[in-house]
């Protein structure tokens, strides 16, 4: 059985509902294997536990935000 898995932020629950879907879907076409023989989980990492280049990702994105929106936007 085929096992995706993914680690990401926060989603909300449309995003994961098409997430699993297309990735179901695409592994399917390239594997040559059924759909439903795939197992797909989503681990969400809050903000604070994960970084980039030291910085945790929240304040990764609050700097983000700042240089191209011009505030506090949520990336």
């Known amino acids: 059985m085929p096992y995706i898995t993914v680690e990401s932020g926060a989603l909300s629950d449309a995003q994961k509902k098409e ?6 879907e695409v592994a399917s ?12 989980t989503i681990k969400e990492v809050p903000d604070q536990n994960f970084g980039i280049g030291g910085k945790t990702i929240d304040l990764v994105k609050e700097e983000y935000g700042k240089k191209h929106f011009g505030g506090e936007k949520n990336v």
Do not use: S
Request: net charge neutral; glycine share 6%.
């Open 29 to 40: 076409e390239i594997m040559k294997v059924p759909q439903e023989f795939f197992v797909t």
């Open 19 to 24: 997430l699993i879907g297309r990735l179901t």
